[in-house]
């Protein structure tokens, strides 16, 4: 494959230092970013910048892009770091990975998972990346099932919550029960809830004991999947 062309590596390299300024934008100034703000930090007019992103929207995107790879790079690394067989084990690293980015990247996290962005409406690139934590965190279950290491529960779903797992697990998680998604996806969903309460302020002055916390609600939401 031919080396990019000058132009083009300049190009990249403009849109890596735009990126980097948005970032720290997000930091100082939350999700509201002005691509004028941007701009007036490189020292560019402001009309330059939209040779590189068109619009403040598609800067965005690709910041939330480029976050949600970022965490899932992570929490993919800590589960390949693990037994596959210790399905628990695999759990509580893939979980842990998700906070420690999340604590060491608290803007892009806010991002992702904060209040939605005023009149910005993600459009479908962001969700192949979206999926990359939930993805690995089923296919912890996934493996459990196949290897006979996990039993699925019984499955006493509403008529509806059924109906729409069944068409969630065709489409994305073939094979895998409904009641084992639903708990999966309970899992998920209060991973992300601990991880927001503790970055967001909730838990300041009530639990000072963070590690032990994070731990044990993780561990809760592995008994209740029936993690071995």
């Known amino acids: 494959m031919p080396a990019p062309s000058i132009r083009a590596r300049v190009r990249a390299e403009m849109i890596h230092e735009i990126k980097a300024v948005a970032r720290r934008h997000l930091a100082s100034d939350g999700a509201n970013l002005s691509l004028r703000a941007v ?3 490189m020292g560019m007019v402001s009309s330059a910048i939209y040779r590189y992103f068109p619009s403040r929207d598609e800067l ?6 480029e976050a949600y790879d970022a965490l899932g790079e992570a929490v993919e690394a800590a589960d390949a770091a693990c037994d596959r067989s210790d399905l628990r084990g695999r759990w509580h690293a893939a979980c842990r990975a998700a906070r420690a980015w999340a604590l060491a990247n608290p803007a ?3 991002l992702l998972y904060g209040s939605p962005v005023p009149g910005y409406s ?3 690139d962001t969700v192949a990346p979206a999926f990359r934590p939930p993805l690995t965190l089923v296919g912890i279950l996934r493996d459990g099932l196949a290897d006979g290491l996990l039993t699925p529960p019984a499955d006493e779903l509403p008529d ?3 109906a729409d797992l069944a068409e969630l697990a065709a489409a994305v998680f073939p094979g895998l029960p409904e009641a084992l998604l639903a708990r999966g996806m309970a899992g998920w969903t209060q991973l992300f809830g601990v991880i927001s309460f503790e970055l967001f302020g909730r838990l300041n002055r009530t639990v000072p004991h963070r590690d032990a916390y994070f731990d044990h609600q993780t561990g809760l939401m592995a008994d209740l999947i029936g993690l071995p």
């Not at 965005?60 to 892009?65: F, N």
């Open 39 to 41: 701009a007036r930090d």
């Open 60 to 65: 965005l995107t690709a910041l939330i892009i």
């Open 108 to 110: 892009e996290y806010a």
């Open 122 to 124: 993600a459009p479908d």
């Open 160 to 162: 509806e919550v059924h």
